[in-house]
Nanobody
Framework: QVQLVESGGGLVQAGGSLRLSCAASGRTFSNYAMGWFRQAPGKERDFVAAHSWSVGSTAYADSVKGRFTISGDNTKNTVYLQMNSLKPEDTAVYYC?????????????????WGQGTQVTVSS
């Protein structure tokens, strides 16, 4: 079992930055692929970014590429999502997810474990 707890959300003006954190407990997240997803009101949960620690590969949604960065600290069992140049359309609840096995995927249904989510609101 893996427990995930997100933090770091909040209200920020367009052009600003936030860093989300996802603390994992239960098992070391280096044995999992980790992803970030987001869900705006009335919309589906969309892929944002993912990283495979064992393979060393990373993927981003086109909408965030060049603005968001996923990273992790194995010593703290924590994965981060640095979000820069935020836009109002980035407003959503952001979820951290873990998937058993070394490879990430972009489909939310493939992830076994989820955090509770953290709200990010970007004002114009």
């Amino acid at each position: 079992q893996v427990q995930l707890v997100e933090s770091g959300g909040g209200l920020v003006q367009a052009g600003g930055s936030l860093r989300l954190s996802c603390a994992a407990s239960g098992r070391t997240f280096s044995n999992y692929a980790m992803g970030w997803f987001r869900q705006a009101p009335g919309k589906e949960r969309d892929f944002v970014a993912a990283h495979s620690w064992s393979v060393g590969s990373t993927a981003y949604a086109d909408s965030v590429k060049g603005r968001f960065t996923i990273s992790g600290d194995n010593t703290k069992n924590t994965v981060y999502l640095q979000m820069n140049s935020l836009k109002p359309e980035d407003t959503a609840v952001y979820y951290c997810a873990a998937r058993s096995g070394p490879y990430y995927v972009r489909q939310a249904t493939a992830y076994n474990y989820w955090g509770q989510g953290t709200q990010v609101t970007v004002s114009s």
